[in-house]
């Protein structure tokens, strides 16, 4: 894979080399090939080094990513990985949420099938070696590089602006810095661009927090005991009077076990849950269906301490801006290509993934809609700025504002779900922690 340090100025640079930041750059391969474009030139900055080896949380996919992964190039190797067992189909969902009683759902009434449980590093390295292997003459990956700061240059001739990048090697500590004419942040719930545009702020809707640990058991590959364990591909999800909690069965056939609750209602737990004692005999005590598979499979837990990793609504307060464009009688000729060296530069930027909307794991949508923004965002880009605009009946259509209603649109039908399912569980309706899930949460 290409690490090489560049130097040459690059027509886009994605922050962030995850599952947004690769489909982004994979998408604008795609675009940049059927136009021609041997030219353009794309720098993905991947904070990680290889190492497919960590775990990584967040392996849920639904089938409903089938037709994205499938457009991108990707889905037979998920496929084929998950036909070797690297990842495993999920076949449904088990729930205890309304009640007691354990309810499933069977993907065979989805129309996209089996979604999937990955080995979520594994999915990202296959992401990064398809966008190399397939598109190395437009995509070049930085490894091992995290961005410490990021600005416009203050150039006085608008046409020689550009995004000036920092990075610096996570192991040699060697800063470099990058150009490029448009940014794309794929970088997260810690959002880079905000270094560069203060304006810019993070709206957090609620201190969820995911407390996650995994669990192993004895029984050795040949037991009739871990292979019915791992014959249950199922998500279970169900709710207490503190939060909910969810399990699934890892590829690695390790289970991980997850706790949500507010950061503020810690308190109200009469337990320790950042160690995995204290974790363990908490979900006995509150998560009866999810104690039962544990103890029946002979599950232990793994560790001294557990994960704890923000799991809250929030969304950024702008998703890009849709250019201005300069031209000496202030109108702009539909004849005219809108390249971007016409645009105010200030504009030549737009977030996807979480940068721009992290969702409630509860919504199991935020892989999916990570890739479906940086999919949608990447045509965008390619649309206003390299490929002559969108025209309709005569008239100009901004392929970038375009984008950013649909972000907005998604973030506000998430908001809508997000209501529907919680009010759902009315059981706790005077714990805390529920009420503030069945308010209506208009400033969202």
């Known amino acids: 894979m290409n690490t090489k340090q560049p130097n040459q100025p690059f027509d886009i640079i994605v922050i962030g080399g ?37 775990f990584k949380v967040g392996e849920s996919l639904p089938g409903e990513a089938k037709p994205t992964l499938q457009s991108l190039g990707v889905l037979d190797d998920v496929n084929n990985d998950a036909m070797e067992g690297k990842h495993h189909f999920c076949h449904g969902n088990s729930s205890a949420w309304g009640s007691d009683d354990l309810i499933g759902t069977d993907t065979i009434f989805n129309a996209y099938g089996d979604g999937f449980h990955l080995d979520r590093r594994l999915f990202e390295e296959t992401l990064l070696k398809i966008a190399m292997l397939q598109h190395s003459q437009f995509i070049t990956i930085m490894r091992g590089s995290k961005v410490i700061d990021l600005y416009i240059s203050k150039d006085i001739d608008q046409r020689d602006k550009c995004w000036k990048v920092t990075v610096t090697n996570v192991e040699s500590s060697h800063t470099n810095q990058i150009y490029g004419n448009i940014l ?34 004895d029984y050795d590959n040949n037991s009739s005991k871990i292979h019915s364990t791992n014959l249950d591909h199922r998500t279970l999800v169900e709710s207490c009077a503190f939060g909910w909690w969810y399990t699934s069965l890892l590829p690695s056939k390790q289970r991980i076990v997850v706790f949500h609750t507010d950061d503020d209602l ?25 104690a039962k598979y544990i103890s029946e499979h002979l599950y232990r837990p ?19 801006r849709v250019p201005k464009f300069y031209h000496a009688s202030n109108r702009i000729n539909i004849q005219h290509k809108l390249d971007f060296k016409s645009a105010s530069y200030e504009n030549r930027w737009i977030v996807i993934g979480d940068s721009a909307i992290s969702f409630d794991p ?25 490929n002559g605009g969108t025209k309709n009946e005569g008239k100009i259509i901004q392929p970038l504002e375009v984008y950013l209603k649909y972000i907005e649109n998604t973030f506000q039908r998430y908001v809508r779900e997000k209501r529907f399912f919680y009010n759902k569980e009315q059981r706790w309706n005077n714990e805390m922690f529920w009420k503030r899930r069945l308010e209506d949460h208009t400033e969202m």
Request: net charge positive; glycine share 4%.
């Open 18 to 54: 995850g599952v947004a930041g690769s489909c982004a750059a994979i998408r604008l391969a795609q675009l940049f090939n059927s136009a021609v474009a041997s030219w353009r030139k794309i720098l993905v900055i991947d904070e990680r080094t290889m190492n497919v080896e960590m």
């Open 184 to 217: 794309i942040d794929a970088s997260g719930r810690r959002c880079c661009i905000r270094k560069s545009l203060p304006e810019l702020k993070r709206c957090s809707f609620d201190k969820l927090l995911a407390f996650v640990c995994l669990y192993e058991t």
């Open 266 to 290: 810690l308190h109200q737990i009469n337990r320790k849950i950042r160690l995995v004692d204290e974790f363990d005999e908490f979900m006995k005590e509150t998560a009866a269906h999810t």
């Open 302 to 320: 793994i560790g001294k301490r557990v994960i704890c990793m923000p799991a809250n609504s929030a969304r950024l307060s702008q998703f890009g």
């Open 362 to 386: 509860l919504s199991s949508q935020g892989m999916l809609t990570a890739m479906s923004s940086a999919k949608l965002g990447a045509e965008a880009i390619f649309f206003q700025y390299f």
